[in-house]
């Protein structure tokens, strides 16, 4: 069986408070720390930079998985892995002819790379890429804010992505990214998908301990 990983994106936390966050969240059984970067032209708005994992390196042992929300993301990716990032996801729609190159930049780095799909691009445009990333992340809302609805029909991209990477005999991740709650992660799990974020639901929980494990399919 696959393991179900729990990436809490830290988009919902306080950010005034952002490193016992992190803490927080690895306490509570996180997998992975998603870092949502957005620079106010790929998406309207600006979040953070790489000073933000730098700063909150020290505070977990979490690998960071920081998704790019960015125009040029081949610019910025070195100056992220520097400050500590892990993966480096960076979208389909931003990379226009450079997604291999990227790719394979990123991954020349020293950490996974991984490729981002807003629910109007098709999953089939990325999936020949698949030997130069280590991770498929479907957005399962528009990216750019936390607290949105999944839009259900992006569960068939995590489906047809899972059967064509055993069709090639690879093992890649599958991630998805918005809207998932307990009430839908089950679905989110059936349909493909190892590494599920969420930032609503886990900074919105009475017991964020629970709400993981629940996540993660453990009742
Ligand atoms: C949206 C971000 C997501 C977002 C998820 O653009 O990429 O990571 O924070 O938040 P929820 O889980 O609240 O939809
Ligand atoms: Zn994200």
Redesign the pocket.
């Known amino acids: 069986m696959r393991k179900i990983k729990i990436a809490p994106?830290?988009?919902?936390a306080d950010f005034a408070a952002m490193g016992a966050a992190v803490e927080r969240l690895e306490a509570a059984g996180a997998d992975l720390i998603?870092c949502?970067v957005?620079d106010g032209t790929f998406?309207p708005l600006i979040t953070f930079g790489s000073q933000m994992v730098e700063a909150l390196r020290p505070h977990t042992r979490l690998p960071l998985d920081v998704?790019f929300?960015t125009v040029t993301p081949w610019e910025k990716a070195a100056e992220f892995v520097r400050a500590g990032a892990n993966s480096i996801t960076v979208h389909a729609e931003a990379c226009g002819g450079r997604a291999a190159e990227t790719l394979r930049f990123i991954r020349s780095l020293g950490v996974k790379s991984g490729i981002a799909v807003s629910p109007d691009t098709p999953v089939e445009s990325v999936l020949p890429l698949a030997e130069l990333f280590d991770k498929l992340l479907v957005?399962?809302?528009?990216?750019?804010?936390?607290?949105?609805t999944?839009i259900r029909a992006t569960l068939k991209k995590a489906e047809t992505a899972r059967a064509y990477f055993a069709s090639k005999g690879l093992s890649r991740e599958i991630e998805m990214?918005?809207?998932?709650?307990e009430a839908n992660a089950a679905d989110v799990v059936a349909a493909g998908v190892n590494v599920v974020?969420?930032?609503?639901?886990?900074?919105g929980a009475a017991n964020m301990a629970e709400t993981i494990a629940r996540l993660r399919g453990k009742r």
């Open positions: 994106s830290i988009l919902s998603h949502d957005m998406v998704h929300m957005m399962s809302v528009v990216p750019g804010r936390g607290g949105q999944l990214d918005g809207g998932i709650t974020v969420a930032g609503s639901t886990v900074f």
